[in-house]
């Protein structure tokens, strides 16, 4: 824990600020350029009482939570309307849960927070202060992502709690106050206030506009596990009924009086632009609009989808040459082999972690092994493309979108079409699958360029093949490996060096206790958009050192489970993991010819995910049968929308694992639809068995932490049946598999 | 103009007849439950019931499918019965997650039971693999057609 003084604050220049997390007082007597008349006009409507940032109350005693993140199918919504109707004591049948609007003020300031800062405790006089300091900061980044399976771990544990539990204690206390009672004669329960020695009970409607008046205690007093009601309960998902009956609302469905479509083309070379345009055909074509030529891609603007799509693969374009016209993969791979090369000699290099004298342990060891380790780049391909809604009329930039950065999409489009960022005003959609990408901006800029230039409403659909070829990648990555054994089998030296990091800046560090340890990294830049993409640095950096660390436990002629096992012993939630994952897939237990089991083991996130899978060889061919998953994540508010996470989290991993790549020719993206980017289907898919463990640490996310760990279980398995080692991503690059 | 019989209701549209039947479903009709997903016949977000069957409505072109009796996700639950099973099974085994596919995912797992009352793993494997699910929950869809399928023994049940 950092230890933060009141003066250290000051000095820092932080303290400023008032009452922010839980908000303010709504009611009479406020001063100019509070907030709350803001807050107000945003969200509420009608009669409810804007309680404070966060909680509406209406008069028929719906109670109303405003999560400032977006859901895509990760059970948001669910999952922090929970946590803050637990602690408010509110009715879970009478709740509802709204979308914070991409404004400043809904900023997202409590994951930077978290980020920045973990673990910061800070006296409570001193609260509010620190998180207006992160306000600020997360309104000047236009901070309002869903990411980094940070919702429930930050905003959940550090936000929506917190003012779920001030807000029960400020309906409390106005309710005492007209009763005339003290407030710890009082008890709340679903939405209403009790005092049970006079028998008085009246809903929290009744209490909410005296509550808005009061000061809001920044560290209310928090349930404890045995108090919650709806936390660690399986809730059943509150967006799931819509998306069985055709009727949820994603972007792409976007209706207004007067829509036009458009499709678009982008030169291929990233970073390339539009050299000549030939639309001479498109624009005598049915239905035709509009052709534009907006330097970067080109847009055909049509009364229907189909006909703007027809269009524009009619026009003929070409391109300025760039210098990536000749990059391919090959030489992306060339590249980072010199630079790892060079980083052998200590040049340009960074390290994350140094331990004891890995070099010198390494010479000296009786048996070293070397191995090398790369992974392709990935596209997101989220079952919804990219798409985007937008409308330029009377000044305002309306756009209709599903959004991961709602405010940072919404400042990127108003500075494309140089416009104050509060004439933007974005409807963000259900996603139809996030991962990472629609936390970028690309696509909403382009649509706004385009109603820019008309004076109707455009929607913009990107084909799947620009979709797949434009997208922001999962980089292609080489990790160079060396390990050290000494002559009783013990492992003293493990060197990482590796390519390209991003985030989080501790993935490539390791659980084991190993005394000698050297990993670092060097850069090498190229003209492939990066983007986070699920479990981001996680996705390979667990393949790969869950895979050398497999290698040194057979050149150490040791189980692969129990080697961990005993270079985990001062990780205790490691521990419990592990053994929980051994003992549910019967480790150790014989297995017929052609069947093996590979284990890994992954933190991620504040997660700790352990994972068997049992891999049988059919036909030359990888089979993966069955995923055993033991998940510690602290605790799990929704234990069902947890377990939905891991096994999204173990497919979205092994379809990558066995056929994910794409690859760069002549400076662009050689795959483009599903036929040649392949994904798992329900024929390939593996039974998956989850077991949570709520071992009472820290919360943490859910998102991503079961990805990382499938890819190193399968290959390890593989290795048990093969004895062949893949040191190289997607599985189907190996050829052909014969059983050893 | 192509007339068109959509979930029971005979609506003509303007749209040129090479029109895929997705988008004349989804832009001329306004049903959007039916979903783009690759323009291919890859993915099965687009899936509707022709005459029964399951297909891709992204490679049909509207002409093709004049006089044929076609079922989108919106037609599917009935006004006094409420939820189809299978739409019922999906919400207790709480199956979507993004939701995107699952229109299509239900259209295919329907057009299933109807032929197959009681599918085997394979018979599902078979149904379902042109439906691809990005979130992964193949192993929730597979549960939840099964539930269905066990729903639609009981004797109350008037069938797919």
Redesign the interface.
Known sequence: MNKWSRRGLLTAGVLTGGALLVGVGVGVGVRPGHRAPKLRALVASGDEILVNTWIKIAPDNIVTVIVPHTE????VFTALGAMLADELDADWDRLRVETAPADAEYANYIVPRFFFAPGLAVPGLVEDSINGGFLRMAKSMKFQTTGGSMSVRGTGEHGLRIAGAATREMLMAAAASKWGVRPDELRTEKSFVFHDPSKRSEPYANFAAAAADHMPPSQPRLKTPSEYRLMGKPL??L????????????A??A?LPGLK?AAIKAPPVWGSRIATMDATTAKKM?GVANVLNMGDFVAVVAD????A?QAIDTVKLTYVETDADKVSSATIFARQRAALVKAQGGVDVEADRKLGDAAGSLATAAKQIEAEYRVPYLAH?????MNCTAWLHDGICEIWAGLQNPLGSRGAAADAIKIDPDSVKIHNR??????GRRARPDFTNQAARIAAAVNFPVKL?W??EEDMTHDHYRPAVTSLFKGGLDAKGNTIAWSNHYLERHDPKEAALIPYAIPNQYIGHSEVKTHVPFGAWRSVDHSHQGFFTESFIDELAHAAAQDPYRFRRALLQQSPRHLVALDTVAKMSGWGTPLPSGQGRGIAIVESFGTIVAEVALVEIEAGKARVRHVWCASDPGFAVNP??FE?QM??????G??AALFGEISIENGAAVQS???DYE?????D?P??EVQIINSGAAVGGGGEPGTPPIAPAVTNAIFAITGRRLRELPIKKAGELVVA | MVGLQVNGQIREVT??PD??LL?VI??DL???????????G??G?CTVHVDGAPLRSCQLRVADVEGKQIQ???A??SPTAG?HPV?RA??AE??????????GQ?MSAVALLRTTPDPSDAD???A???????????????KAIKRAAAESDKPAFGGF
């Open positions: 895509m199918g990760q059970g059943q998902r967006d799931i009924p819509a998306k069985v009956d055709g009727s949820a609302q994603f792409i469905d209706s479509y049915p229907r989808y189909w006909q799509k391909a989220t079952m919804e493309p259900l996603l139809g699958g996030g991962f659909i084909s799947r069902n929308g939905a096994e999204s989290g173990i497919i979205f092994l379809t639809n599903f036929d994904m798992l289907r329900m024929g898919a039974v998956i | 749209a040129a029109t895929p988008w989804r832009d306004g049903l959007y439950g039916t979903k783009f997903g690759c323009g291919a890859l993915c977000a989108t996700i919106e599917l639950a939820l739409q999906w919400i709480q199956v979507p997650q993004c939701g995107y596919c699952q229109s239900i599902i494997d078979t379902m693999q042109g439906n691809i699910c990005r979130c992964g929950m193949y192993g929730r869809i597979r």
